[in-house]
């Protein structure tokens, strides 16, 4: 099974890639993650299909939020 995993990080944010998608996620748009430790973005856990969780930072996120997060005021925060 594919596990998340952060492939690139640069000042305005980083990627994602899971299973056959990569992500951006910059940090104006998912702020949560902006004084992150490398540490803290790479550990990541799969909570069901489409959900992801960051255990250092105590986040979830339904990967809708990552793909869309201009419409984000349509999802929960939490999965």
Known sequence: MARPEITS???RGFW???RDEE??????LFPWFEHATVAQ???IEQLGRECL???GLDLELALDRIRHPMAAAQFALDC
Request: proline share 11%; with cysteine.
């Open 41 to 43: 973005l790479c550990r």
């Open 53 to 55: 969780y960051w255990p």
């Open 16 to 18: 994602l890639r899971w």
């Open 9 to 11: 990080i640069d000042r």
């Open 23 to 28: 992500l951006y996620l910059p940090f104006a």
